[in-house]
């Protein structure tokens, strides 16, 4: 039988894109089942973007977050008790350093914590150049 279980850490999402028409015309697919999501859909489609709303150039913005809540998010990225560090965003927040996030797994105690520097873990191979792989795309991503 599986167990689900839920855990709490602080990481983050990013959930932004900027569609120009030209591209949206090329994905006749994706235009059929936006159009049906925000027709058929209106609860969930009221919770993300202003879809409906054209920006400069007509381009249209495509997220999973509304103006208020990316706001929100961006304060969290940007604080460096969090997210922000000397050398870009980190995808777990640093507040995991004081207080890990602890949890019984098949009578196991698993924690989730952040690490300065090179992991204390061997998970993943130890220090086998994972963290750069994850922390690189996901401050490109954030540029982009």
């Not at 509304?66 to 929100?72: D, I, L």
Request: glycine share 8%; hydrophobic share 40%; proline share 5%.
């Amino acid at each position: 039988m599986k167990r689900l279980t839920q855990i709490h850490i602080e990481s983050w999402l990013q959930s932004a894109l900027i569609i120009k028409p030209e591209i949206l015309e090329k994905l006749p697919g994706f235009k059929r089942r936006l159009k049906w999501f925000l027709n058929y859909r209106p609860d969930l489609a009221g919770l993300v973007s202003h879809w409906t709303e054209p920006g400069h150039g007509n381009r249209r913005l495509l997220s999973l977050l509304r103006g208020h809540r990316m706001k929100k998010l961006l304060l969290r990225m940007l604080d460096e008790t969090e997210f922000l560090s000397d050398y870009g965003i980190r995808s777990l927040s640093r507040s995991h350093l004081d207080t890990p996030y602890v949890f019984n797994c098949c009578d196991h105690l698993v924690s989730v914590q952040y690490q300065l520097g090179e992991s204390e873990s061997g998970i993943f191979g130890g220090n086998s150049n994972w963290r750069g792989p994850v922390w690189f795309p996901v401050n490109d991503l954030l540029i982009t």
